[in-house]
């Protein structure tokens, strides 16, 4: 069945369910997301620490440290499974050339070059049945042939052989001029016209080739599908990038990076005239560089080592065909002008070819001896992943080496892949009926048809396609996980899940593994007994349940029976699935409040009871009901316990002090839990006695454990599940059971003790947690902390319970209050399920083996919470135990016991069905990236508590090279061993792995304290795929470029500091901040607009929340700040970052692609030890 087919619907459900939409969809819209722009921006800047970095062994390529195989390489697309490919390191052509016959091997010292620009094959279903129109590649070059009549903009020259020794090649580049060589090295036919220009019609592959062909390590490498890439022209003026959905009609400029000097015209280019528009320079590494539009002669002892953007490689391969030109006087090669309205494309690369690399003399008369080559000892190890020095330039002192650089614009983009899929798949409704379909991702906004199999919303997994046997699964490495999320919120246009009653028998269930009744159950006999889809067992059909089967085998009554029809539905649970064979009672919310010294001084205490006397009307409730049927209690706490009678009969409350906290006790039971409504006027007078009470208090110890001793206490007496809303200041160090002692020490970091920074420092939380559970006790934590708290020891019993832990540290009531508050309001208004129980259930050949998320466990399969709220995730991870077959596929169903807010009890089922495949090929082709890094970063979350965090690190960049060199080494058709190589659905997985190795979780800076660590730790393992894709990848914004007239974002650009101007603002969020950074060089206009002030200077940087000015650029600005803090599960704080400021550097932690200060590398450098880890398995 196609994606969009229909099937045929039937009536609609029986009787309609109270609180429920009708079964009959809306229609179905809404429109993709403008496309972006693509930009060219400023270098990257040099290499960064964190890798050891290795002397090359003989027989290995200079730049990449692998073993030679013979010739250098080709350059190939593979077009066998449209995988990525990422261009050799290679080269630039000469000017004579003939196209290689394709497959044709070369002889050794000759470089191909690929004519194939996309290969051809798609990965998964394609989005549209048009082939994609693509440009012709560029006429293809080779040493040694016939000179083509092609346009050829050169900026290649080949110089004389290199000198023998350092003085030499000191003379030799004294002639040379260092700058920008932005060269427009591409061979390209004009292309016929007719040819359109714009994104593709269907996603094509994208292939990425990383070759040692020279000591240059340049890497094109394919961006995502999008536009073709186009080449530098040097005499184009630049172009604004246009705003959202205009199209882009300009060249792809580079920026020269202030500090560096352009190329001098006697190269034959007219070096670029534009000014630097991409602001901010990264700082050099060493000093002096050049003054802007200078030139510098000869390779001076203060280069940075980081030349303009972009470097080229050098032009060592081997001995050329033909000699090599001497000196920079030759003629250049003929230029012909571009043809007007096409943007050229070089050789069907992305990115672009470049000259010589600077400080170092061109054509190589010869592979290198490297065992007998002078000079000095070689310079200080750098840590970088991959800037393995050439053993050309070893002679060279180290700040006069060329930076190899690879173009981060010719790298996937994460914002790329985003866009593409909001283009393919946004507008047309994801339809479940079809097994194994790859939903659209978490960034595109889609709606769902429930018609077999549960929403993406519900369930998500690494791959939809999974391995028939345990020997595959093995060898491709590839996680199989869903992360589900029984709970989750719907949008309002889709219909939530049908209740279905089945009165006192309940729901139908297999005899033997207790499967419950679902879409893909067998129905035989006519009917009279229905076959297990999950162990095969044939099970007699009640009676009351029978119906007749139509000619396809059909029941007739399928279009009636959610259970029969949808993917995730409900049944009513009968008293067989309730505690104690009773039904349960609706469950009670315990408010309980620390009034030491602290928490009364900052104004806590006030703010809180202020709070609650608004927000007990807005307690969750059932669809219909008019009033919750939640009770409320409350309790204050120092180092002794106030409980609070607050009946509806008394005038007044009642304070009652517990002060024997080593054995903790409810003193009363009748008027602690009370309805809202009945007892308002009292509750009301507590709200406003209690800051009074203690205001004057001078007592700063607590205590904890005690605190949710008595709200389980008083829910055990009350014979109620429920929740504890525990609002803590301080470490507990008061005498009492469950006392801490402050453990914090950095020193551990970096050792093998550091694991004991995220494990609890007592057992005595995780007994006390167990209790909870076996209650229903939930309990959610705000932590206001001013010093070390110990999180990893007080967050034991909220994570095992299914709570949430809020955290604000050096909480001031003016910039914090906006952010506690909306927490606290969200998370008591919220959707929960108490008492839960989670079992999933698969079809033979494969079972659930472990779990991810914030819950207890007392035996392998059942996943229990006291309470699960419609943000938490469960992460489960299957194994083979068996062999699976193609035709039958493999079968989820998680079945969710709960007791609703009401205190209904539930059964929430969600099924899903996944292809099976021989194919290696296949299990590739339908992986989903968000979902795999949701479930790596969990793993090793839960880590770095058995493991020092090197090992952890380690892990994880073997098990993701393994899993790419399994598709290389079994998927993609043959070529060089220096091509990297990346399936479509994957390419964006080393980009995203460097984000979880650099969180601080990983890889900590000096200033995250270990009280975050654990925190974000707690927080990441039960996060959904959306939240982890933002959390680790951040958006970031310009909203200079907002449309103010629509309703859309602005397109998001690349995390990297070089895509940031100067005179722009933008905006980044990762579910936790939005940071609003300005630039120095900010139109007057903007600023008066934004924050009501005539300057720079004058822009408060300690608000929180935006001022209210009527234009609109203010209103389009506030109302993009609310939709970003509508999608998140907590409420963003708002930091405001001027450029230059001190506050800049934690801003800069989030621009992932960079470098990072804690040692992180960029994505560039990541991605080049990737190809290392990746060529060393292969090999």
Not at 966 to 993: F, T
Request: hydrophobic letters at 35%; charged letters at 15%.
């Amino acid at each position: 069945m196609s994606v969009n087919q229909q099937t045929r619907t039937g009536p609609p459900y029986g009787q309609p369910q109270p609180g429920y939409q009708g079964y009959q969809q809306p229609a179905y819209g809404g429109q993709p997301l403008p496309g972006i722009p693509q930009l060219q921006y400023g270098a990257y800047n040099g290499p960064m620490p964190g890798y050891q970095q290795p002397v090359p062994p003989q027989g290995y390529f200079p730049s990449l440290g692998f073993p030679l195989k013979g010739s250098p390489v080709s350059l190939n697309s593979d077009n066998s499974l449209a995988p990525n490919f990422i261009g050799t390191l290679r080269a630039p052509p000469t000017s004579e050339a003939s196209p290689p016959t394709s497959g044709v091997s070369l002889p050794s010292g000759h470089l191909a070059y690929s004519p194939v620009g996309y290969g051809d094959v798609q990965n998964g279903i394609p989005a549209s049945a048009a082939p994609m129109q693509r440009p012709p590649a560029s006429q293809p070059f080779l040493p040694g042939s016939a000179p083509t009549p092609v346009t050829q903009t050169s900026a290649f020259q080949q110089y004389g052989p290199t000198p023998a020794n350092v003085q030499q090649l000191r003379n030799h580049m004294a002639g040379m001029t260092i700058g920008i060589t932005t060269s427009t090295t591409t061979t390209s036919a004009p292309p016929p016209a007719g040819l359109g220009y714009g994104p593709p019609t269907s996603v094509p592959p994208v292939s990425v080739s990383v070759s040692a062909t020279g000591s240059g390590l340049y890497i094109p490498y394919t961006a995502s599908p999008g536009p073709p890439p186009t080449s530098v022209s040097q005499d184009l003026p630049l172009a604004q990038p246009p705003f959202p959905g205009q199209p882009i009609t300009t060249q792809r400029l580079p920026t020269q990076v202030p500090g560096f000097a352009p190329l001098p015209p006697s190269t034959g280019i007219v070096p670029s005239s534009y000014p630097p528009t991409t602001g901010a320079p990264r700082p050099p590494t060493m000093p002096g560089p050049p003054p802007l539009g200078q030139t510098v002669a000869g390779p001076s002892a203060s280069q940075p080592n980081h030349v303009s953007s972009p470097p080229p490689p050098s032009t060592v391969s081997g001995p050329h065909a033909g000699p090599p030109v001497s000196g920079l006087h030759g003629p250049p090669p003929p230029t012909h002008p571009l043809q007007p309205g096409y943007q050229m494309q070089q050789n069907g690369f992305f990115g672009q070819v470049r000259g010589p690399q600077p400080n170092y003399g061109g054509a190589y008369p010869g592979t290198p001896n490297y065992g007998s080559q002078p000079g000095p000892p070689p310079p200080p190890k750098r840590l970088d992943p991959d800037s393995i020095p050439s053993p050309q330039l070893n002679e060279l002192p180290p700040q006069q080496k060329p930076r190899h650089r690879i173009d981060p614009d010719a790298i996937p983009s994460p914002i790329q892949v985003i866009e593409d899929d909001r283009s393919n798949r946004g507008s047309e409704p994801f339809v479940t009926g079809v097994r194994g379909q790859v939903p659209p991702l978490v960034t595109t906004n889609f709606l769902v048809k429930d018609q077999g199999n549960a929403s993406p919303r519900y369930i998500r997994c690494t791959s939809y396609n999974i391995p028939c046997t345990s020997d595959m699964a093995k060898q491709s490495q590839v996680p199989l996980a869903a992360v589900i999320k029984p709970l989750a919120t719907l949008p309002p246009e889709e219909a939530l899940p049908y209740l279905v009653d089945h009165g006192e028998s309940g729901p139908v269930r297999c005899n033997r593994c207790k499967a419950y009744m679902c879409p893909f159950m067998q129905f035989i006999e006519g009917g009279r007994r229905f076959q297990c889809c999950f162990c095969s067992c044939v099970t007699e059909v009640p009676p009351h349940y029978f119906q007749h089967l139509d000619h396809t085998g059909k029941r007739v009554d399928f279009y009636d029976r959610p259970e029969l029809s949808l993917g995730s539905y409900e049944f009513l649970a009968t008293v067989d699935y309730c505690k104690n064979n009773k039904f349960p009672s609706p469950p009670a919310f315990i408010f309980m409040i620390d009034v030491s010294y602290n928490a009364v001084k900052s104004g806590l205490v006030r703010l809180i009871c202020e709070e609650l006397k608004s927000l007990l009307d807005y307690l969750p409730r059932e669809g219909n009901m008019e009033e919750s049927a939640i009770r409320v209690g409350f309790v204050t706490y120092n180092k002794v316990l106030h409980f609070y009678n607050v009946k509806s009969s008394l005038a007044q409350p009642q304070m009652m002090v517990v002060s024997d906290v080593a054995d903790m006790f409810v003193p009363l039971l009748d008027g602690f839990l009370v309805n809202v409504n009945d007892s308002r006027t009292v509750i009301a007078s507590l709200l406003d006695q209690i800051p009074e009470m203690f205001a004057d208090t001078r007592e700063t110890e607590t205590v904890f454990a005690p605190v949710i001793q008595a709200g389980l206490e008083a829910l055990k007496a009350a014979e109620c599940a429920g929740k504890l809303f525990i609002f803590h200041t301080s470490l507990p160090i008061a005498e009492a059971p469950g006392k801490l002692k402050n453990r914090d020490d950095k020193k551990l970091i970096n050792t093998d003790k550091e694991k004991t920074l995220f494990q609890p420092q007592t057992s005595f939380y995780n007994n006390l947690a167990k209790d909870c559970v076996a209650q229903g006790c939930c309990v959610d934590l705000f932590l206001f902390p001013n010093q070390y708290l110990d999180v990893a020891t007080l967050g034991v019993v909220t994570y095992q319970t299914g709570g949430s832990i809020y955290k604000y540290a050096y909480f001031q009531l003016e910039t914090d209050q906006d952010r506690f508050l909306n927490d606290l309001r969200r998370d008591v208004q919220k959707e929960v399920g108490f008492d839960a129980v989670m079992r999933v259930r698969t079809s033979t050949g494969i079972r659930a083996t472990d779990f991810f998320g914030a819950f207890y466990m007392s035996n392998t399969t059942d996943v229990e919470m006291a309470g699960l709220d419609c943000d938490k995730t469960i992460t489960v991870e299957f194994k083979h135990d068996d062999k699976l077959s193609e035709d039958s596929g493999a079968l989820l169903q998680c079945a969710l016991l709960y007791t609703s807010c009401s205190g209904q009890r539930r059964l929430r089922i969600h099924n899903l069905s996944l292809n099976c495949c021989t194919q290696l090929a296949d299990l590739y082709r339908n992986c989903e990236t968000d979902t795999l890094i949701n479930y790596l970063a969990k793993h090793a979350y839960r880590g770095v508590l058995n493991s020092p965090v090197k090992t952890v690190r380690d892990a994880l960049i073997n098990q993701c090279a393994q899993i790419l060199a399994c598709y290389r080494k079994n998927c993609a058709s043959p070529s060089s061993a220096g091509q990297l190589i990346l399936p479509e659905c994957m390419k964006l997985l080393p980009v995203y792995l460097n984000c979880v190795l650099k969180s601080d979780v990983l890889q900590p800076g000096l200033e995250v304290t270990t009280d975050d660590r654990a925190y974000i730790r707690q927080l990441v393992t039960s996060m959904d795929v959306a939240e982890t894709n933002v959390f680790f990848y951040p958006r970031l914004l310009p909203l200079t470029k907002a449309d103010v007239n629509s309703d859309s974002l602005p397109a998001a650009i690349r995390n990297s500091e070089e895509r940031l101007s100067k005179g722009d603002i933008y905006l980044l969020e990762n579910g936790l901040n939005i940071f609003l950074w300005v630039g120095v060089n900010v139109q007057q206009g903007l600023i008066q607009n934004l924050f009501g002030v005539s300057s720079f200077s004058q822009i408060n940087k300690a608000l929180t929340t935006l001022p209210v000015l009527e234009n609109p650029f203010s209103k389009k600005v506030r109302s993009i700040i609310d939709m970003l803090q509508v999608q998140r599960s907590r409420y963003m704080k708002l930091i405001i970052v001027k450029q230059e400021d001190k506050l800049e550097m934690l801003f800069k932690h989030f621009l992932v692609e960079d470098k990072s200060l804690s040692g992180g590398a960029s994505y560039v450098d990541f991605l080049c030890h990737m190809h290392k880890e990746i060529r060393q398995l292969l090999s």
